[in-house]
């Protein structure tokens, strides 16, 4: 699968992007899929990932909770990150990645479970 993320920018504190992963080669229909970012000097930080291992259930790090939410929509092979409130300290590239092995819940927030990457895309939050 070759995954696509586009949608980054800049944006002023407080401001909304949406962020876009499209697949190709392949459906999305994988098991997990999430949403990483990585700032300069930084780690890798897992944002948000969808978990379909014993159901459907989305899963966000402490730092986005009910300012993103993750979304797929499966006729356009594609899947959203939504975020809003945005601060200056969300500026990352950010990542979409996919796995085909389920794992247990929150695990589809670590970086090291996922072997497909897309190339990623510059969000920048102004101040």
């Known amino acids: 699968v070759q995954l696509q993320a586009s949608g980054g920018g800049l944006v002023q504190s407080g401001g909304s992007l949406r962020l876009s992963c499209a697949a190709s080669?392949?459906?999305?229909?994988?098991?997990?899929i999430a949403w990483f970012r990585q700032a300069p000097g930084k780690e890798r930080e897992g944002v948000s990932c969808?978990?379909?291992?014993?159901?459907?259930?989305?899963y966000y790090s402490d730092s986005v909770r009910a300012r993103f939410t993750i979304s797929r929509d499966k006729a356009k092979n594609t899947v959203y990150l939504q975020m809003n409130s945005l601060k200056p300290e969300d500026t990352a590239v950010y990542f979409c990645?996919?796995?085909?092995?389920?794992?247990?819940?929150?695990?589809?927030?670590?970086?090291?479970?996922?072997?497909?990457w897309g190339q990623g895309t510059q969000v920048t939050v102004s101040s």
């Open positions: 969808i978990n379909r291992s014993g159901g459907s259930i989305s």
């Open positions: 080669g392949s459906s999305l229909d994988y098991p997990l």
């Open positions: 990645a996919v796995r085909a092995v389920r794992v247990p819940g929150r695990t589809c927030l670590n970086s090291a479970v996922y072997a497909y």
